[in-house]
């Protein structure tokens, strides 16, 4: 690995920290392509990037705790019910050809794009604010 | 409101091991407009279920054999950096600005998509 692909990853990390922190999403939208960019397959990426989320997730959960921002036993419901989720996740993921995965991927990418679109779009971003 | 907490999770896990993301992307939404979060809040949760989530993730695909543990320090410890710096800067924010940097996102993503 040369030094300019370790500042590369370091500066990308940081980046995705920077939006998890922002936006309450682990980083992994950046973590999976910037390892592939690495790399990585993209089997390897997106579990390698799941390891990756635990770090930015605790700081980003610590400090939303001093901020009072989290709610106990909401999340504690949504992480438990998540595991049986992430079971079948690995059972396709690891299931379907690389190059469909990554597609896939490619498709989740333009999603999360139209979906910032259309909800920055609004007037009243969300009911509850408006 | 817990029959709707844990769909949004299953789906939410589902949605993290099938791409390697924490799931928020869908959280955060969900639980804004399904159950009426205000959206500092929906953040904040969203963040401590994902740490659930991608722990159960990790462990179900090292046993696969496809974690790279050098690689993930790599990239998620400068991360945790950016995500204390992240947090600290959104208290500051309001929600109207929250949505103005999520717009800048946006046209980040769709470049980035076009040139990639």
Do not use: C
Request: proline share 3%; no cysteine; hydrophobic share 55%.
């Amino acid at each position: 690995m040369s030094a300019g692909t370790i500042v590369f990853a370091l500066l990308l990390g940081f980046s995705a920290g920077l939006l998890a922190g922002f936006f309450g999403v682990g980083g992994g939208i950046l973590f999976v392509p910037t390892l592939v960019a690495l790399g990585l397959s993209q089997i390897e990426a997106e579990a390698t990037s799941l390891l990756a989320i635990l770090p930015t997730v605790a700081a980003g959960t610590w400090r939303q705790r001093r901020y009072g921002n989290v709610d106990r036993r909401a999340a504690l419901t949504l992480g438990l019910a998540s595991i049986v989720g992430a079971v079948a996740g690995v059972q396709i993921a690891t299931t379907l050809p690389e190059d469909t995965l990554r597609r896939l991927f490619g498709v989740l990418l333009l999603g999360v794009a139209g979906q910032l679109a259309w909800r920055a779009r609004r007037a009243a971003p969300y009911p509850s604010e408006s | 409101m817990p029959l709707k907490l844990l769909a949004i999770g299953l789906v939410a896990g589902l949605f993290s091991t099938l791409f390697g993301v924490g799931g928020g992307i869908v959280v955060v939404p969900l639980l804004i407009i399904a159950l009426g979060f205000e959206s500092k809040r929906a953040t904040g949760t969203s963040l401590a279920a994902i740490g659930i989530t991608a722990l159960a993730g990790t462990i179900l695909y090292a046993f696969e054999g496809h974690v790279d543990v050098a690689h993930a320090a790599l990239v998620g410890l400068p991360a945790a950096a950016g995500a204390v710096i992240g947090t600290g800067v959104q208290q500051r924010l309001s929600g109207r600005a929250l949505m103005l940097a999520f717009a800048g996102l946006v046209a980040a993503l769709a470049v980035w998509l076009l040139l990639s």
